[in-house]
C-alpha cells in the first residue's frame, strides 16, 4: 500500500504519521508539498518528528490529476514546481515548470491542505456565522443571538493554537461567572508574586530547558505516546523557568526600536470615585465605581519619540496596541497641545509637579507637592481640591459654566502625579 499525504502543515504532517503507523509490511507513506520543506508552514517540532520517523516529503510538486488503472486507483500525476518571489505570505512562490510531469504511485491519498469546522448542526439555529465559516461572538465568546451560548477556539478564530482556544474558554467562563452573580476567585497568587527587580534579574540568566523524554523511532509503529512527560524534578525546574510575564511583562519596552516605552511604577490604588456635574454653579454626582490599580509595574509611551511602527503590536502578548493602548506623554509642551485629547504632560516647578491631559476639549491641570496632604484640579474656571489619599474633595471653587469631570481621568493623573513626585514615573 503506498499513501500519498497532500499538504505541508500540521494537519498533513498528523495524517502522514498516523499514516505510517497503520502501515502494512512493504507499504510506503510519502508527503507532497509543492515548495520546498523549508516552506511548509507546519510547526518545525512537528517537521522534525516527520524527519525522526523518516517519513519522505517530496518536494516542489502540485498534484495535477489522479491517475486509474482498470478502475483502480494507481498514483498521482503531479506538476514539477520551481520557487519565484515571495509572495504575500513571505513564503518564495510556487510556479510550474512547463512540460515537466511524474507520476507517483499511489493506492491511497490523503488531502490535508486546509481545514473547516463542521456547523451544520448550527443550520436551524438563530446562531450566525461568517462567509469563512467561523460563529459570531462578542469579546466575552458570547454568541449574540442566544444568551446562553458561547463559543471559542477555532469555531470562531479558524485554525489557531490550544493556547487561544483555553484563553477564549477562560473568558467565556469569566462572563458565566459574572453573568450569574457568582464571585470570580482569586487566582492572583500574591503570596508568591516575585518583586519586579527579581525578575529582571532571573530574565537575565539563561537556564536551558529540560528536554522531554521521548520513545526512540525505532519504537513508534504503534500508538504509544512520543513524548513521556517531565519527572516531578524536571517539571519543577521547568516550571521555575516561568518569566512571570502576568506579573512584569515590558515586551513592548524591549522591542520598541525608538525606545518611546518607558517602564514605571504606580502604587497600588482602590478608589471609589464619582464623577462631578456642574450645572449651572450647582454640583452632583454619579453613581460610585471603583478605580483599582493592583499591577504597580507600568508602561508609558513617549509621543516625542514614538512613530507608530507597530513593532510593539507586532510582539505584544496579549494583542495589545501598546503605542496606542498606553498613557502617551509627550515631551515638548506644543506637542501635547497639538494632541491634548488623547495625550499628557508633566510639568516640574520647583517642588511642585503637574499632570496635564485633556478631555472633551478641555484641558485638565492636576498639580501636587511633596508633604502636601491634597492635590489641585484645574479646569477652565474650576478648582478643586482633592485628598491625596482617596481623591474627596475637600474644596471647590466653580465658575459660571456647565462642566463634566471625568474622575476616572483625574485618578489616572493622580496616579501619574503621586509617581512622579515618589520619582517612580521615570520621566
Known amino acids: 500500500l503506498n499513501t500519498i499525504i497532500i499538504g505541508g502543515g500540521n494537519s498533513a504532517i498528523d495524517a502522514a504519521r498516523t499514516a505510517w503507523r497503520i502501515a502494512p ?208 524534578t524536571a517539571a519543577k525546574n521547568e516550571a521555575a523557568r516561568c518569566l512571570a510575564c502576568d506579573v512584569l511583562c515590558e515586551v513592548c519596552v524591549t522591542v520598541c526600536p525608538n525606545r518611546a516605552n518607558l517602564s514605571w511604577y504606580s502604587g497600588e490604588v482602590n478608589f471609589t470615585i464619582r464623577d462631578i456635574f456642574l450645572t449651572h454653579g450647582s454640583m452632583s454626582f454619579g453613581e460610585p465605581v471603583k478605580f483599582i490599580i493592583s499591577q504597580t509595574p507600568q508602561v508609558l509611551n513617549i509621543g516625542d519619540f514614538c512613530n507608530e511602527c507597530g513593532n510593539c503590536t507586532t510582539f505584544c502578548p496579549t494583542s495589545g496596541r501598546p503605542f496606542a493602548d498606553k498613557a502617551k506623554f509627550y515631551l515638548d509642551r506644543a506637542a501635547f497641545e497639538k494632541e491634548s485629547d488623547t495625550a499628557w504632560h508633566l510639568i516640574r516647578e520647583d517642588e511642585t509637579h503637574t499632570i496635564l491631559h485633556g478631555d472633551s476639549g478641555h484641558i485638565f491641570a492636576l498639580s501636587g507637592e511633596a508633604g502636601k496632604e491634597f492635590f489641585q484640579l484645574g479646569v477652565n474656571d474650576v478648582v478643586l481640591h482633592l485628598s491625596r489619599q482617596d481623591l474627596s474633595i475637600s474644596h471647590i471653587e466653580t465658575g459660571a459654566e456647565d462642566l463634566t469631570i471625568p474622575m476616572e481621568k483625574v485618578a489616572s493623573m493622580a496616579v501619574f502625579l503621586e509617581s512622579s513626585l515618589n520619582d517612580m514615573l521615570g520621566l
Open 25 to 232: 509490511e512493504g507499504g510506503s507513506v510519502s508527503l507532497v508539498y509543492r515548495r520546498t520543506e523549508r516552506e511548509m508552514p507546519a510547526d518545525y517540532e512537528e517537521i522534525l518528528e516527520l524527519r525522526e520517523e523518516k517519513i519522505p516529503v517530496l518536494e516542489l510538486l502540485a498534484p495535477v490529476e489522479l491517475v486509474y488503472n482498470d478502475g483502480d486507483l494507481f498514483g498521482l500525476k503531479c506538476q514539477q514546481m520551481s520557487l519565484s518571489q515571495k509572495d504575500e505570505s513571505g513564503r518564495a512562490r510556487p510556479v510550474p515548470v512547463d512540460g515537466a510531469f511524474t507520476t507517483i504511485p499511489a493506492n491511497l491519498i490523503i488531502a490535508a491542505i486546509g481545514q473547516d469546522s463542521d456547523l451544520d448542526f448550527l443550520r436551524e439555529s438563530p446562531i450566525e456565522t461568517t462567509r469563512w465559516g467561523t460563529v459570531i461572538v462578542d469579546s466575552s465568546g458570547r454568541t449574540p443571538a442566544s444568551e446562553s451560548v458561547y463559543s471559542g477556539g477555532d469555531v470562531v478564530h479558524g485554525p489557531q493554537s490550544i493556547i487561544q482556544a483555553v484563553a477564549d474558554g477562560k473568558e467565556a467562563a469569566w462572563a458565566i461567572f459574572q453573568k450569574e452573580g457568582i464571585p470570580l476567585p482569586d487566582l492572583s497568587g500574591s503570596d508568591r508574586v516575585p518583586h519586579a527587580e527579581d525578575i529582571r534579574t532571573m530574565r537575565a540568566r539563561r537556564n536551558a530547558g529540560e528536554s522531554i523524554p521521548r520513545t526512540s523511532p525505532l519504537e513508534r509503529k504503534n500508538f504509544t505516546v512520543v513524548g513521556t512527560g517531565f519527572s516531578e
